[in-house]
């Protein structure tokens, strides 16, 4: 069954340095996200991107986050000066055509800040 | 605005007795709801949805849930739990309105005992 993959599966930066978390969504699918999991905390929505551009964000997703699809597979979401606050994990998410099937996530990229 | 609530933190039941872990759901229209499981160190892995239809829908791995419109709750249920059942155990509605994101609940432990 097709997977959606996270790379790195930790990532290690010190505060104010970029970073730059990978994904590769399942190949057919149109509709891309990014989440977070704060420890302890409930998985919130940072941003969703379809047909190449941004559908929708949360407030989570400032001036700092980027998103690119720069090749037709990989879906990035860049990091430009980390906080400690940014320290979590980070889910990248896929789905079909119609937002009648479910998303499809990855095992996620655990990204601590020191 | 849309919101999923989880009440219990944990629940626990032993190997082989029927498992609920409660969901309740708030949106205008029509709600579009899933359950997703994780375990330690992986990404949320699907479970079930609940679109249109039957009441009483089935999933993966022997889950079910009941969606019950009038006490807006979708809960989530199996006949006869396994210790391999120990997860952690989200609900979702998703926007069905912008962009197909997901709005997860807080999460419940599921620990089931031998």
């Known amino acids: 069954e097709p997977e959606v993959t996270q790379t790195p599966s930790h990532q290690v930066t010190q505060m104010g340095q970029e970073v730059i978390l990978r994904c590769v969504p399942i190949?057919?699918?149109?509709?891309f996200y990014w989440y977070r999991q704060i420890l302890g905390q409930k998985v919130e929505f940072l941003v969703s991107f379809y047909n190449n551009e941004i559908s929708e964000k949360s407030e989570i997703f400032d001036d700092q986050f980027s998103v690119e699809r720069p090749d037709g597979s990989n879906f990035t979401l860049k990091i430009r000066s980390t906080k400690l606050e940014d320290s979590a994990m980070y889910f990248c998410?896929?789905?079909?055509?119609?937002?009648?099937?479910?998303?499809?996530f990855g095992d996620g990229t655990r990204l601590s800040i020191l | 605005a849309q919101s999923v609530a989880q009440p219990e933190d944990q629940v626990n039941v032993a190997e082989g007795n029927p498992l609920t872990v409660k969901c309740t759901y708030s949106v205008s229209g029509n709600p579009y709801l899933f359950w997703y499981v994780q375990y330690p160190n992986r990404g949320l892995q699907f479970l079930l949805k609940y679109i249109t239809g039957d009441n009483l829908v089935k999933g993966s791995y022997g889950f079910e849930a009941e969606f019950n419109k009038s006490q807006t709750s979708f809960h989530l249920k199996k006949p006869s739990a396994l210790v391999s059942d120990s997860a952690l155990y989200f609900c979702?509605?998703?926007?069905?309105?912008?962009?197909?994101?997901?709005?997860f609940g807080q999460g419940t432990t599921l620990q089931v005992k031998p």
């Open positions: 979702a509605v998703r926007d069905m309105e912008v962009s197909g994101k997901l709005i």
């Open positions: 190949s057919n699918h149109l509709y």
């Open positions: 998410a896929s789905s079909e055509r119609t937002f009648y099937q479910p998303q499809h």
